[in-house]
């Protein structure tokens, strides 16, 4: 509630001060002053209420769509690095202010050899996606894995889950979506045209030599699991799926982001309430040009193949993929029971399962492996 009122005070504290000199001018012209305050004074109530219901949901929505990135604590981020004995040297957002603050990178790997497993891949609206690619530790791997990574984060998020797949034998590719990492900007639209680049990534691995019999995996966590659902039904072959932090439908997830309900965080007073939260969706839907309620991966999900294993994953303390959403949505999945895994990471917050628990994820990695269709 904060938020609202205070950039609609703001906003209306400008326009105050643009117009109250017009008040020097009525008295020098000797006016009668009263009713122009009185004037100016009911026209700042109506800016205040314009700029309330209107100019900030307004501008938030046009953020959302044009101007989300990701965060600026990895947008420094140029690709995975194999250190010693080909294992992923892990990187995060620490190790990247170091090396930002020194100027040079922290620790002494092949940072080229990074540089060199950086892709360029066309995508819809004249995108273009940056992906790395991660070679397999065999030939030929176990499977190729498409990695799509959450809102407002880059390829840097999907290292953690990379390692353990690089180290089961699987080939992987980390993907940025439109707007986010080193990939070109183009509207938000929730996982809709999102859902284009994870094809478009699938098309540029697949025409690798070699690849287009290898088992074909795809993962997404948090936005990503948006992408990769919305996607499913258009890739032929899918081998394996895992989605960390599902989204069970953007409306409910877009909820919980805007209220911001989060103990102890410095940041809750940036939370919204209701009605702002739907008008910034509103906003939002109208500068994009697409409507939340079209973007459901339940419903996707709840009509996947019978026989393609997926394997969700979640934390007990998410709260915007929270355990009962996933419960739900591992209860619509079509598949038998031997075919599909739900795991949830008690505590673990939104997509910290593999930080939290790597040996854990790396065994429900090769249950999903062990049933890859083929």
């Known amino acids: 509630m904060i938020f609202p009122l205070g950039a609609a005070f703001a906003l209306t504290l400008a326009g105050f001060v643009l117009l109250a000199p017009l008040g020097l001018v009525q008295r020098l012209r000797q006016r009668p002053q009263g009713p122009f305050w009185r004037a100016l004074l009911w026209l700042c109530a109506g800016l205040f209420l314009l700029h ?26 140029a690709g995975p690095r194999l250190g010693a004995g080909g294992r992923l040297s892990m990187q995060d957002w620490d190790s990247l202010a170091r090396e930002a603050a020194a100027g040079r990178p922290e620790v002494s790997t092949d940072v080229a050899a990074a540089a060199a497993r950086e892709r360029r891949i066309p995508s819809s609206g004249g995108v273009t996606l940056r992906a790395f690619r991660l070679e397999a530790k065999q030939q030929p791997p176990v499977a190729v894995a498409v990695l799509v990574h959450g809102l407002f984060r880059s390829a840097l998020e999907l290292e953690p889950v990379a390692g353990l797949l690089h180290e089961l034998g699987c080939e992987c590719w980390l993907v940025e ?43 997404g966590v948090s936005l990503g699991t948006v992408a990769v659902s919305l996607a499913l039904p258009r890739i032929d072959g899918v081998a394996g799926t895992v989605l960390d932090a599902p989204i069970e439908d953007l409306t409910a997830a877009a909820h919980a982001v805007l209220a911001f309900e989060r103990a102890g965080d410095g940041r809750s007073w940036l939370g919204l309430w209701d009605p702002w939260r739907s008008l910034v969706l509103v906003a939002l839907e109208q500068w994009s040009g697409f409507r939340c309620r079209d973007v459901s991966p339940g419903e996707v999900l709840a009509n996947l193949p019978h026989d393609l294993p997926v394997l969700l994953v979640g934390g007990g303390a998410d709260d915007r993929a929270p355990p009962q959403s996933l419960e739900r949505l591992f209860a619509r999945l079509p598949m038998p029971a031997a075919k599909k895994g739900l795991w949830l990471v008690p505590r673990s917050g939104h997509g910290r399962a593999a930080a939290d628990d790597p040996a854990g994820y790396a065994e429900r990695l090769r249950w999903l492996l062990d049933r890859l269709r083929r």
């Open 52 to 77: 309330l219901f209107v100019t900030f949901p307004a501008f938030l929505g046009y953020w959302g769509s044009r101007r989300l990135h990701t965060r600026p604590e990895e947008r420094d981020y």
């Open 177 to 219: 979506l439109r707007n986010h990492g080193g990939s070109s900007r183009a509207p938000f639209t929730g996982g809709l045209g999102e859902s284009d680049d994870v094809v478009a990534a699938v098309a540029h691995v697949r025409a690798q030599p070699g690849r287009q019999q290898v088992p074909l995996v795809l993962f």
